[in-house]
């Protein structure tokens, strides 16, 4: 597509459920990176994908969460047991050139807002 | 650890002020440093730098990075009130794939 795609836009779930994120980057990105931002700070890196594989999933906080890219496109980020703590804007973001390929920029989605009650 | 620290945090000016924005870091290995500006929720991309004294610039808009002091300014001339966002700087180190480390940002709030 013409830019990143996210759905939800907003979500509202209740602690202890489970939710899944997805991420349609630009058409042909081969880099997809999922990105946390709370309120009144930066992204926080989660994880990145080159092709269908993680690069880099040094930024999950724990092992409730969990991303996929099966077929080197479309991302899920999936969480599981949410708890209150998770609420954030998931961001996602793509790019045309990954490990080692030169300096990177990458566009992001209007990313998901995710609210644990 | 890599990090970027931003300042001032918040910023309150009127329109036609000139505003300076700060971004130092530490980063392993730097390869480029970018500035987004965010005013709902996607960042949108602004510059990126990677060698030292050279500005970019776009419009109103100038960045300017010192690789010796680990830091880069973003200046805003003539402001407008839509110029009124959060302006994140972040860093890329070797070899991370892209993966940017980002600040908190500096939140502008430019008024008529």
């Known amino acids: 597509g013409a830019g990143v795609s996210q759905t939800p836009s907003n979500k509202v779930t209740e602690k202890g459920k489970y939710v899944e994120l997805r991420c349609d980057p630009i058409s042909g990105h081969t880099a997809l990176y999922w990105y946390r931002q709370s309120l009144g700070q930066g992204p926080e890196f989660l994880i990145y994908?080159?092709?269908?594989?993680?690069?880099?999933d040094s930024g999950l906080p724990n092992d409730r969460f969990f991303a996929v890219r099966p077929e080197g496109s479309v991302s899920t980020l999936k969480i599981q047991r949410t708890e209150r703590g998770d609420s954030a804007v998931y961001l996602c973001a793509s790019s045309d050139v990954g490990q080692g390929a030169g300096a990177n920029v990458l566009t992001f989605g209007a990313g998901s807002r995710l609210t644990v009650l | 650890e890599d990090k970027v620290v931003q300042s001032p945090l918040s910023l309150v000016v009127h329109e036609g002020d000139t505003v300076t924005l700060n971004c130092s870091y530490e980063v392993t290995n730097f390869r480029s440093l970018l500035w987004y500006k965010q005013e709902k929720k996607a960042p949108t991309f602004l510059f990126m730098l990677t060698s030292s004294g050279i500005e970019k610039k776009s419009g109103r808009l100038s960045s300017i990075l010192d690789k010796k002091e680990l830091f880069s300014i973003l200046n805003i001339t003539a402001t407008q009130t839509g110029d009124s966002a959060v302006y994140l700087c972040?860093?890329?180190?070797?070899?991370?794939?892209?993966?940017?480390?980002f600040g908190q940002g500096t939140e502008l709030s430019v008024k008529p």
């Open positions: 972040a860093v890329e180190g070797d070899n991370q794939g892209g993966k940017l480390i």
């Open positions: 994908f080159q092709g269908t594989g993680a690069a880099d």
